[in-house]
Nanobody, 123 residues
Framework: QVHLVESGGGSVQAGGSLELSCAAS????????MAWFRQAPGKEREGVAV???????QYANSVKGRFNVSLDNNYAILTLRMNSLKPEDTAMYYC?????????????????WGQGTQVTVSS
């Protein structure tokens, strides 16, 4: 079992920055993937960024160049640094964990999910 606790988020004006963190506890193992997904009201959940313990990263096209994901392997802490935020980045952001080294953002591939943290960007 893996438990995920997210922190960070909040409200910011367009152009601002926020940082999200997600701490994984429990039986994570040594090789895994962690990701951020987001879901805006009335929209489907979408992958934002994924990173593996071998440091392979992937980003959604909509956030490339603005968001940066990092993973502290020792403590299983996932961080998402979000810069140049836009109103369309407003959503509930969810942390996800998989015991596999994944490619891509198939949400069904992730075994555990956090409760979510709200990000609101005003224009």
């Amino acid at each position: 079992q893996v438990h995920l606790v997210e922190s960070g988020g909040g409200s910011v004006q367009a152009g601002g920055s926020l940082e999200l963190s997600c701490a994984a506890s429990g039986n994570t193992g040594f090789f895994y993937s962690m990701a951020w997904f987001r879901q805006a009201p009335g929209k489907e959940r979408e992958g934002v960024a994924v990173i593996r313990t071998d440091s392979i990263e992937q980003y959604a096209n909509s956030v490339k160049g603005r968001f940066n994901v990092s993973l502290d392997n020792n403590y299983a802490i996932l961080t998402l640094r979000m810069n140049s935020l836009k109103p369309e980045d407003t959503a509930m952001y969810y942390c996800a964990f998989s015991r596999k080294l994944l490619s891509g953002f198939l949400s069904g591939s992730f075994d555990y999910w956090g409760q979510g943290t709200q990000v609101t960007v005003s224009s």
